[in-house]
T-cell receptor, first 116, second 115 residues
Framework: GAVVSQHPSWVICKSGTSVKIECRSLDFQATTMFWYRQFPKQSLMLMATSNEGSKATYEQGVEKDKFLINHASLTLSTLTVTSAHPEDSSFYIC????????????FGQGTRLTVV | AQTVTQSQPEMSVQEAETVTLSCTYDTSENNYYLFWYKQPPSRQMILVIRQEAYKQQNATENRFSVNFQKAAKSFSLKISDSQLGDTAMYFCAFMKQAGANNLFFGTGTRLTVIP
């Protein structure tokens, strides 16, 4: 199957700093990428959808100025958590879908963010 | 809006036995896709099985099969000959065929296979 690589797998940062998470499709062109957030023992909550070359569409309640999403190429999307606070600590997962891949979305390994 | 409900937060099964995980969903769409994903302790999401709503035949992937009841909006997952490696969180998910095609996830079922 297609491979999606997410980096870093874990990160610890200080309050007030920004953190960038990368999501790369390694062997296909990802026309659409999705960013999810998962709290412990809970389900995945969609944060935003990004299409290559256009602005991301954010879900209700997700601050677009807080969670900056860039999808500048067909193989890379980034999520930047700006001015991070402890309540932003969570597990963030990206998934990607390509035109040639029918309906299946492939997931990255996830990033555990801890803000101290 | 689409909703996906998994009414079993936790389940356990003896190794080599069969277990069924429940999932119901609500939608006004006629064409859509349903999925079961597995999330082991590594947190990597793994696609287990997929069902197209227009297909009456239930999907099967080796030891995994589904019971898709479109009228009842039910989509259960049966795991046969359970193995220790099946221990994981299982999420049922829905996706519309047209338009915004993100996945809507259920709350998950934690499955433990007991040796």
């Amino acid at each position: 199957g297609a491979v999606v690589s997410q980096h870093p797998s874990w990160v610890i940062c200080k309050s007030g700093t920004s953190v960038k998470i990368e999501c790369r499709s390694l062997d296909f062109q990802a026309t659409t990428m999705f960013w999810y957030r998962q709290f412990p023992k809970q389900s995945l909550m969609l944060m935003a959808t990004s299409n290559e070359g256009s602005k991301a569409t954010y879900e209700q309640g997700v601050e677009k100025d807080k969670f900056l999403i860039n999808h500048a190429s067909l193989t890379l999307s980034t999520l930047t958590v700006t001015s991070a606070h402890p309540e932003d600590s969570s597990f963030y997962i990206c998934s990607a879908r390509g035109r040639q891949l029918n309906t299946e979305a492939f997931f990255g390994q996830g990033t555990r963010l801890t803000v101290v | 809006a689409q909703t996906v409900t998994q009414s079993q937060p936790e389940m356990s099964v003896q190794e080599a036995e069969t277990v069924t995980l429940s999932c119901t969903y609500d939608t006004s769409e006629n064409n859509y896709y349903l999925f079961w994903y597995k999330q082991p302790p590594s947190r990597q999401m793994i696609l287990v099985i997929r069902q197209e709503a227009y297909k009456q035949q239930n999907a099967t992937e080796n030891r995994f099969s589904v019971n898709f009841q479109k009228a009842a909006k039910s989509f259960s997952l049966k795991i046969s000959d359970s193995q220790l490696g099946d221990t994981a969180m299982y999420f049922c998910a829905f996706m519309k065929q047209a338009g915004a095609n993100n996945l809507f996830f259920g709350t998950g079922t934690r499955l433990t296979v007991i040796p």
